[in-house]
């Protein structure tokens, strides 16, 4: 494995970590705190710097890796994670910070509701920087689909529950996307 292979598994095991104390946090708080999608920005910055100067001493050039993808890191058995090039972060953060921020602005605007919170909107601006618009995509569909799922069941249990004759189970007008995020986020990282 060369160190560019283990620098990029790190990066990629601690983007892991961070979407872990994302999801507790989420789930406790309904909230994702700036310290921690302002992290992954921050990571992403380090790793890119890292890789640029790992692409130097190679031969490659200082600026060689701006266009390129980020290393394919084969993960067992077998999975490869591909990296979006730092060009395709910036895209990719924008387009789904922007676009997502977009979105949640007009939906407020027309039906008067909550939808994507700041933290939320953030976070994928962060994961764009790591998955760049293509992927990124991919998560943000995977997150919704996966929320939607649990969504369902939730409601067809309390629903289930309040037709026994039981006070309906919690269910509640929100819930924690932070978790779908980071579920969503494996998919694309392994799509």
């Known amino acids: ?28 708080q309904r909230r994702i705190p700036n310290v921690l999608s302002g992290g992954l920005a921050a990571l992403w910055v380090v790793w890119r710097v890292v890789l ?65 919170g700041g933290g939320d909107i953030k976070l994928m601006a962060a994961l764009g920087l790591f998955l760049g618009a293509e992927r990124g995509l991919i998560c943000l569909l995977a997150a919704c689909a996966l929320s939607l799922i649990y969504a369902g069941v939730r409601h067809g249990a309390a629903s289930r529950s309040a037709r026994d004759g039981e006070v309906e189970s919690g269910l509640q007008a929100t819930m924690p996307f932070g978790p779908f995020i980071a579920l969503g986020t494996l998919v694309a990282f392994v799509s």
């Open 1 to 28: 494995m060369t160190y560019v292979s283990v620098v990029t598994l790190v990066a990629y095991g601690l983007v892991l970590v961070i979407l872990a104390a994302i999801t507790v946090v989420d789930v406790r």
């Open 52 to 116: 640029a100067f790992a692409g130097e001493h190679m031969g490659l050039g200082f600026g060689a890796e701006f266009i390129a993808p980020a290393p394919t890191v084969l993960v067992p058995p077998g999975l490869e994670i591909v990296g979006a090039s730092f060009a395709g972060g910036i895209i990719g953060a924008v387009i789904l910070g922007g676009g997502l921020l977009i979105l949640t602005v007009l939906y407020e605007a027309i039906t008067h509701k909550e939808s994507f």
